[in-house]
Structures are given as C-alpha cells and as structure tokens.
C-alpha cells in the first residue's frame, strides 16, 4: 500500500510495534515506535532518511512499490543516530551512486556509525538541491537533538522534514496525527520532548523563532518517528513553544522511593496537603513508576518533592537514578524540595536537594527528616509541608 504525504512524496518507513526501550533503557516506550522514512520521486529521487538496520528490508519492499531503489539519486541523512541511519548501507549496495547528503557534522557521525566510502554531499542553511519540479532546502538544526542534526524542506509541498524533532514514539496502523486520539499523540509527544529534547529547550525556541522569520510556509510537518502533523502543524508547534518555555502548571509531582513504608507514609502525607489547597498532585512510588513517565508529568507541573530513606549513608538506587536522569534533562522553572526517614544518619534529604539543585530545581523549603517510622504529630507535619508547598507553587503561576 503506497502512503502519500504530498504530491510524489511517500512514506516508506518502518512500524516497531515490539519497541519498549529506547536509547539503551533511558526511556521506556509503552506504546512502540515507528522510523519514518521518506520518498520524494521526481526526474531524481531522493530518499529522506532510513530506518533502524534490522528494518531495511521493509523499508526496500515499501520503496520498490514506487521505484526500483537502483534509481535513488540522494539520500539525505539529516541526523546520523542508527535508528534513523541503520539502513544506509543496504540502500546504498543498491543504489551506489548515491550521494549522502548530511550537514558538516553528519559526516563525521554517519562515518563513525555506518562507516563505507560515501559520496557525502555537505549542505548547510540555505543549500537546495533541485530535484526537477521540487526542491529540496536545508535547514541546520545544530542540538536538535545533535550536533549533526538538520531538517530537509521540500519548498513546493511546504512540507518540512525535521527529523526527530516533533516525533513520537508511538507505533500505529494510522500514520497521520489526526487518525488518531489526540490526547494520546500529545501524551507522546511531550513523552518525546521531555526525556530527548529538554535539556534543548532554548535552542528550540531559537530554532522555531528562526524558522518564522525565514517566512516559510508550512503546511505538514512529518517527522521521523510516529505520526505525521498535517492540516494544524500549528498546534505541536505551540506546545513545542510552551514547553521550551517552562510554561507549567498548579501540579506538584510526588516521587518517592521507601524501604519499610515510612518515606511512603510521608509522601501519602504530602500528598493530601497539596491536594487540600486544591493544587493538582500525584504521586510516584519508584522504581514501580516508570522514570521517563514521572519525567514526562513532570513537564507541564510547576512543583516536585522528591523523598527516598536513607540507606548505607545514601539515598535509595531507584531515586538517585531518576535525578541523575534529571541532573542531564535541566528542567527549567520547576520548584522543589526533599524529604525521607532514616534510622541513625539522615543524609539522604540533603543529597537529594544538591541534586535537584544541580538540575537547576529551585529548592525552596528546607527537608523534611523523619526518624524510623514517622508519629501522628510527624505526619501532620507532612501534611502541612504539603500544604505550604502548594501554597508556593500557586503564588509562583
Ligand atoms: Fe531518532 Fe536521534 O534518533
């Protein structure tokens, strides 16, 4: 079944329905994902971007219903990550004369990764290449997510092809944003932004604010991974500008990580004092909430307490992870503070704030320290903390 994007240009990727990690196991992908590739078939044919190696010979089949892939002049490599890049070689056994095409930068990753004596073609901002009746343009996106990344616009369709950006990790029958549940696309996409582009966020407002002066047009953004955004691209643009911006909400995320129950009794606690002033929470037990899920919440939430009980002197694993993984994405405008029990040395809270303070969280209340189990007096305490917290969070929006 051939899947047209725009007049001559087709999907040609690959669905991953079994996907549920993703850049090692930094990111859990529930619901699978897809490699967006595409055709663009003219006088010459140019391929944008491949698929992950082990579903190249999909992605042939896919283009063999549209041209025989002996035929493809150009494929343009816009990120050199082998989720995207895997494929190259089997094209190119097919299609040697194929020119690469990739951004300064890409050279040196797409060596590395697919290494092969490739006829590069660098382009840069500005650079087209003339296809017949379409052209294509570059636009680098230096950071987006890396050094080598790009995005390809096909002018005459006003179809932009940003590769990761604007993705989701989301496999589906249907290949357009609008076949599907909304609520679920979005959920992915700030999944996406949250775990991989986050710690970008001023490159991105950057990038989407150098785009609108170029005057382009764009109808259909068609990423490289899930659903392709047509009819509104506006909408995932905007969210895309409301998150790089830290726009949040009255949320405050509860995480905690308990060895007895006693942490967890106090992030019970918490919770109910948040929720008494009428502030939105939940709360997360780890390691049974997923990191990069918690992380994703904690995208559109003004206020995070983190808790864990201290053992051998340190925090518990499950916690010191997720921080870790914090300490990386550099969630902006977020408010924080710590909490945990302990038996003989509390040490734990305060090594939770450095951390959070070392994730640019602004920490504004001292921790909260429990000994053993926590007395009725101690969880009236939590509850008040919990209060005063969302007292913050609401005077802070
Ligand atoms: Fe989808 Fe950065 O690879």
């Not at 079994?18 to 391929?47: C, M, Q, S, W």
């Not at 006003?158 to 990790?169: C, E, I, T, V």
């Not at 895309?240 to 830290?246: C, L, S």
């Not at 921790?367 to 305490?381: T, Y």
Request: charged share 25%.
């Amino acid at each position: 079944m051939q899947i047209r994007v725009a007049e001559e240009v087709y999907w040609v990727g690959a669905i991953d329905w079994n996907a549920r990690n993703f850049h090692g196991y930094t990111y859990a992908t529930p619901r699978g994902t897809t490699y967006n590739a595409y055709l663009v078939r003219d006088e010459k044919i140019a391929l944008v971007d491949t698929v992950a190696s082990q579903f190249a010979g999909e992605m042939l089949g896919r283009i063999r219903e549209l041209v025989d892939p002996e035929r493809i002049d150009y494929i343009i490599a816009n990120h050199g990550e082998i989720d995207h890049s895997g494929a190259i070689p089997e094209v190119m056994k097919l299609a040697p004369q194929a020119r690469l095409v990739c951004s300064r930068r890409g050279v040196e990753s797409l060596g590395r990764y697919i290494p092969g004596d490739w006829d590069f073609m660098v382009v840069g901002t500005g650079d087209e290449i003339s296809l017949g009746r379409k052209t294509l343009a570059f636009i680098e996106a230096p950071m987006l997510h890396w050094p080598d990344s790009m995005f390809t616009y096909i002018k005459e369709e006003a179809l932009l092809l940003p590769n990761d950006a604007f993705g989701q990790h989301l496999a589906t029958s249907q290949r357009f944003a609008d076949e599907v549940n909304e609520w679920v696309v979005f959920d992915e996409a700030a999944r996406y932004y949250a775990n991989i582009l986050w710690p970008f966020s001023p490159l991105v407002l950057k990038k989407i604010e150098e785009v609108q002066k170029m005057g382009i047009e764009i109808s259909t953004i068609a990423p490289s991974h899930g659903v392709i955004w047509r009819n509104n691209p506006g909408k995932i643009i905007g969210a895309y500008t409301r998150w790089a911006k830290g726009e949040a909400r009255q949320k405050v995320l509860v995480v905690y990580e308990t060895m007895w129950g006693s942490t967890e009794k106090i992030a019970r606690a918490l919770v109910e004092g948040v929720a008494s002033e009428g502030v939105e929470t939940g709360l997360y037990g780890l390691p049974m909430a997923d990191r990069s899920e918690v992380i994703k919440e904690l995208l559109e939430a003004k206020g995070i307490l983190v808790g864990s009980s201290t053992h051998n002197q340190r925090m518990l694993l499950n916690m010191a992870a997720f921080l870790e993984d914090l300490k990386g994405l550099k969630p902006t405008g977020k408010i924080g503070a710590a909490f945990g029990s302990y038996g003989w040395a509390a040490k734990a809270v305060q090594q939770m704030e450095e951390d959070l303070q070392e994730a640019g969280i602004d920490v504004v209340e001292a921790g909260l320290s429990f000994k053993f189990a926590p007395h009725n007096e101690e969880i009236k305490r939590a509850f008040e903390f919990g209060k005063a917290f969302a007292r913050r969070v609401k005077a802070a929006i």
